[in-house]
């Protein structure tokens, strides 16, 4: 077989390649000289605005490089500062701990004082109560004992000396000396017994409140000679230690008006609304302003004498309210005590 044989390329001859150069059209040709004559100008405007790209670019660089700084800076400032304020507010929060924590002290302090203070209240109350009751018991014991003692032997005593009046010779002066010492023997009789009286009731147990505030209005008339109005409703028996702090207020209040009020009349009123008592006590007369002392408007309770505190206390134990008016025109004692109170 015979090999093919591979076709070479054939090579332009020169006036070949001249005719290829001249035939281009003449267009192409005066725009590629142009071009040419254009091309430095070209490229002197693009490294132009290279260069001005370029110092764009470093002006942003130095922009963005100066910001970082003043960024890194106040980042630094803001950390020194929150540094700060962290110190701060650690101590802060030290200092809020300390102060809750002595605030909770304290607060317990406080409510463990309340605690003690009720509690001695508590016992002063009861106390209190029950230095009344004895006093109550010691009254009764020694109005028995004035009663049943010395004044059945000053009574006797009366009685022996109506036997010596009736003997004859006795000489005039031995017989006027003699009714002189019978009139003492019979005043002192009368004196105990008022005494034993105002001690304790006579039977101020088996009689009730009414009857014995009628009792002494009607011996304190005849002593004082001071007229005594007496309103009181048919309220029946009450609880005893209400009584017996009634009874002993209307005798207290009547003895100050005597004493202090320089007054000619009071009155007594005693009545029940529903589960309450009240007992209203008034005279005409100037009570005790003038001895009393006033602070912020208000009676200063240490310049109120014994006697009104003790019947303050007597109420006070009842659960009642006590209140003292005093006016130009007189003095007033309200009592109010609930009857459901004390046990009969």
């Known amino acids: 077989m015979t090999p093919r044989r591979t076709p070479r390329s054939k090579k332009a001859s020169p006036n070949q390649a001249k005719q290829r150069v001249?035939?281009?059209?003449?267009?192409?040709?005066?725009?590629?000289?142009?071009?040419?004559?254009?091309?430095?100008?070209?490229?002197?405007?693009?490294?132009?605005?290279?260069?001005?790209?370029?110092?764009?670019l470093r002006d942003v660089n130095e922009r963005l490089i100066?910001?970082?700084?003043?960024?890194?800076?106040?980042?630094?400032?803001a950390h020194i500062e929150a540094t700060l304020a962290k110190i701060e507010l650690d101590d802060l929060i030290?200092?809020?701990?300390?102060?809750?924590?002595?605030?909770?002290?304290?607060?317990?302090?406080?409510?463990?004082?309340?605690?003690e203070a009720k509690e001695r209240e508590e016992a002063y109350r009861r106390l209190s109560g029950r230095i009344l009751e004895l006093q109550d018991e010691e009254r009764r014991r020694i109005a028995d004992d004035l009663h049943d003692s010395m004044g059945q032997r000053l009574a006797a005593l009366v009685m022996y000396l109506d036997l010596l009046q009736s003997?004859?010779?006795?000489?005039?002066?031995?017989?006027?000396?003699?009714?002189?010492?019978?009139?003492?023997?019979?005043?002192?009789?009368?004196?105990?017994?008022?005494?034993?009286?105002?001690?304790?009731p006579p039977l101020f147990d088996e009689m009730g409140l009414v009857k014995a505030v009628r009792w002494y209005v009607e011996g304190f008339v005849k002593r004082s000679r001071i007229q005594v109005v007496v309103s009181m409703d048919e309220i029946g028996r009450l609880p005893r230690p209400v009584e017996m702090a009634l009874f002993r207020i209307v005798q207290e209040s009547l003895t100050n008006v005597h004493r202090h009020a320089s007054a000619s009349s009071a009155s007594i009123r005693l009545a029940t609304t529903g589960e309450t008592v009240m007992l209203d006590i008034q005279d005409l007369?100037?009570?005790?302003?003038?001895?009393?002392?006033?602070?912020?408007?208000?009676?200063?309770?240490?310049?109120?004498?014994?006697?009104?505190?003790?019947?303050?206390?007597?109420?006070?134990?009842?659960?009642?309210?006590?209140?003292?008016?005093?006016?130009?025109?007189?003095?007033?004692?309200?009592?109010?005590?609930?009857?459901?109170?004390a046990a009969v």
Do not use: W
């Open 22 to 56: 001249d035939s281009r059209r003449p267009d192409d040709a005066l725009g590629e000289h142009e071009a040419a004559l254009h091309a430095p100008e070209a490229s002197a405007q693009t490294q132009a605005e290279v260069e001005q790209l370029m110092g764009r």
């Open 167 to 200: 003997e004859e010779g006795l000489a005039p002066r031995s017989r006027r000396a003699l009714v002189e010492g019978r009139s003492l023997a019979e005043q002192c009789v009368q004196d105990v017994r008022t005494l034993a009286y105002l001690l304790y």
């Open 94 to 115: 030290r200092q809020l701990r300390d102060a809750n924590e002595r605030l909770a002290a304290s607060t317990m302090h406080a409510h463990t004082l309340a605690v």
């Open 285 to 341: 007369g100037h009570g005790l302003r003038e001895d009393l002392t006033m602070q912020n408007d208000a009676l200063v309770p240490g310049t109120l004498g014994v006697g009104i505190q003790g019947m303050r206390e007597r109420i006070r134990q009842l659960a009642g309210t006590f209140d003292v008016e005093f006016t130009d025109k007189g003095t007033t004692v309200r009592v109010s005590v609930p009857l459901g109170t």
């Open 66 to 77: 100066v910001t970082a700084m003043h960024a890194q800076d106040l980042s630094e400032e």
